[in-house]
């Protein structure tokens, strides 16, 4: 049976190009409403292919001009998704090094992880004195084109470094601070809000720089409420809930593939 197969080389790529877009479209939209809506056209688009196998011509129709007709509507829903996808691509500049870390297995670790019990004591001194504050935590895509909208720097992440920046009498309080591994790379960087963000109104500026940030990229985001000191967590551009500090710290280091300490 084996034998009768053609099988060559570009079905081989066609296949793995397939499977990388369908990975990536599946960690853009995983955990949000776009991810039923993307599983209810799939399910229509197997009982379509259905329908033509067993010749139902009056459902294989109907169900082909809906698929049809429901391209456009499928990029009006996922117009925020696409967007971002294309951002992707467009930050990776095709380096195939970079595409290949989106993949788990393809990932390394950096040589010098986040030092994520520094961050969040930080946070906590900073939410004590009601110091606002916005950091944005480097994942796997590049983050050069906010870097540039700021102040670049290079400097180690540690407590009274991020509690120094973020003091409501330092020049560099204004703005967010870039966190690569364990280096604070960028500080004063002015981070564009979207126009698709929807947050309740309670969230500030910082909160909406924030979610947009997070929509443009993979990056993490978290955020001090210089009005009552609440920390908040972005990701993907919407809120991260988390029940205390020791939650946030498992969510950050399970987004970072990084071990957590306990205490």
């Known amino acids: 049976m084996l034998e009768n197969l053609d099988i060559?080389?570009?079905d081989v790529v066609d296949v793995l190009l397939f499977a990388f877009m369908a990975y990536y479209l599946?960690?853009?939209?995983?955990?949000?409403?776009?991810?039923n809506i993307f599983i209810g056209v799939a399910i229509i688009y197997v009982i379509w292919k259905i329908t033509e196998r067993l010749h139902m011509r009056i459902m294989s129709e109907i169900l082909g001009s809906?698929?049809?007709?429901?391209?456009?509507?499928?990029?009006i829903v996922f117009q925020q998704e696409v967007r971002q996808f294309l951002l992707v691509l467009?930050?990776?500049?095709?380096?195939?090094?970079?595409?290949?870390?989106?993949?788990?297995?393809?990932?390394?670790?950096?040589?010098?992880?986040?030092?994520?019990?520094?961050?969040?004591?930080?946070?906590k001194n900073l939410s004590i004195k009601k110091h606002g504050a916005l950091i944005l935590i480097k994942k796997n895509q590049s983050l050069d084109f906010l870097k540039q909208k700021g102040d670049r720097?290079?400097?180690?992440?540690?407590e009274p470094i991020i509690e120094s920046i973020f003091n409501k009498t330092s020049p560099l309080h204004d703005g967010a601070a870039i966190i690569e591994g364990n280096r604070i790379v960028a500080t004063r960087v002015v981070i564009p809000i979207s126009p698709d963000v929807k947050l309740p109104k309670k969230y500030g500026?910082?909160?909406?720089?924030?979610?947009?940030?997070?929509?443009i990229s993979d990056a993490l985001a978290l955020v001090v409420s210089e009005e009552n000191g609440e920390i908040?967590?972005?990701?993907?551009?919407?809120?991260?809930k988390f029940k205390d500090l020791n939650d946030l710290k498992r969510k950050l280091a399970r987004e970072l593939d990084l071990p957590v300490r306990k205490g």
């Open 8 to 10: 060559r080389l570009i």
């Open 26 to 35: 599946y960690r853009l939209i995983r955990g949000t409403m776009a991810m």
């Open 66 to 75: 809906f698929l049809g007709l429901g391209v456009i509507a499928l990029l």
């Open 90 to 123: 467009g930050s990776k500049k095709w380096n195939p090094r970079g595409i290949l870390s989106e993949f788990r297995f393809f990932h390394r670790q950096p040589a010098h992880p986040l030092d994520i019990d520094a961050v969040i004591s930080a946070l």
């Open 153 to 158: 720097t290079d400097i180690l992440v540690n």
């Open 205 to 215: 500026l910082r909160h909406h720089a924030a979610a947009s940030a997070t929509m």
């Open 232 to 240: 908040s967590f972005f990701k993907n551009g919407k809120s991260v």
